[in-house]
């Protein structure tokens, strides 16, 4: 059920702020997933079950930890059965979507075997369980090495249907911008059709690059979460961009509206790298990391959730 509240004000529009459904759980108080698990995505299962995966860490290629109430979360397993002939290395930001029952589609980044340590672009692997094994194709999907290579791959299926995928343009890498990406894949959710199209790109309040974005639709608008600054910083963070089409124009939300979470609330550290799904259009559901010294990067990311995302008129908030 969806219930009216607040009046507010966005971009000169007038209108009402629509509340999700709400859940006993918001904001995970502390980590979800007490351990390395940089980058997760999230994605829920046709039979109700969460599984998340993870950036590369000491517990496999890909980590997954399942959960069947969003709250407690199984050990860590790897799901990824190699990097792909085409790579080398470690995974980062894998994202996994269930195309159609029995077939489940990993987007992850790499780098290239035969190129320099900057040289990433977007695999996919694919598998008949959201549990693995996930196995890679043997060519990467997108690359872009002119302007600093292809990483942080997300799906997403928009009303009616469509698949599309998104991606950061890792220019940062080479001294160039960092435009977020959308195209439009085929029903497999992989085969790329049509051109891409840039969503948004980095200003200088973004602090050098934008990255790691996240889709969702909800009641009109389309919200793109991604990340700031520095990721091994605590000036990372959770912004968003909204629009009323999929391929755009987006506009950055600015203060007092944004951004969605910075460091410090909810006892977070350089939040970011988030996923949020939308349940069913009942309810929008997160999972991001947070540092677990609480200062940087070094002892790496654990997984927070927060189980409720506000919504409406363009405007985001935990609940």
């Not at 890792?170 to 840039?198: E, F, R």
């Amino acid at each position: 059920m969806i219930f009216p509240t607040t009046l507010l004000t966005l971009l000169g529009v007038v209108t009402t702020l629509s509340f999700a459904t709400p859940v006993k759980r918001t904001v995970s108080n502390g980590a979800a997933l007490n351990k390395d698990f940089p980058d997760p995505g999230i994605m829920r299962n046709s039979d109700g079950v969460w599984y998340a995966y993870s950036t590369s860490t000491g517990s496999g290629l890909v980590p997954m930890s399942k959960s069947t109430d969003f709250a407690t979360w199984s050990t860590p397993t790897n799901v990824l059965s190699s990097v792909g002939s085409w790579a080398t290395g470690a995974v980062w930001a894998p994202d996994v979507r269930e195309i159609t029952s029995g077939h489940y589609v990993m987007y992850y980044t790499a780098r290239r075997s035969s190129g320099p340590s900057n040289d990433h672009c977007i695999g996919i692997a694919t598998a008949t369980s959201p549990a693995g094994p996930f196995t890679p194709n043997t060519s990467p999907l997108i690359c872009d090495l002119d302007n600093g290579g292809a990483i942080d791959a997300s799906g997403f299926e928009a009303p009616g249907g469509g698949l599309y995928i998104l991606w950061k343009v890792d220019g940062n890498s080479i001294g160039k911008s960092t435009p977020i990406k959308i195209q439009h894949v085929g029903a497999n959710g992989y085969d790329l059709l049509d051109t891409a199209t840039t969503l948004i790109t980095n200003d200088p309040i973004d602090g050098g690059l934008v990255e790691a974005p996240s889709m969702i639709y909800w009641d009109g608008w389309y919200y793109l979460f991604f990340s700031s600054n520095n990721y091994n910083t605590l000036k990372y963070d959770i912004s968003y961009a909204v629009s009323q089409s999929v391929t755009g124009p987006f506009t950055k939300v600015q203060a007092p509206n944004a951004p969605f979470l910075v460091s410090g609330q909810y006892n977070t550290a350089g939040p970011g790298g988030a996923t949020a799904i939308n349940v069913l259009n009942q309810y929008v559901s997160m999972a991001f990391h947070s540092d677990i010294n609480g200062q940087n990067a070094s002892s790496g990311r654990a997984m927070w959730t927060i189980s409720n995302v506000c919504l409406g008129g363009g405007v985001a908030k935990p609940c």
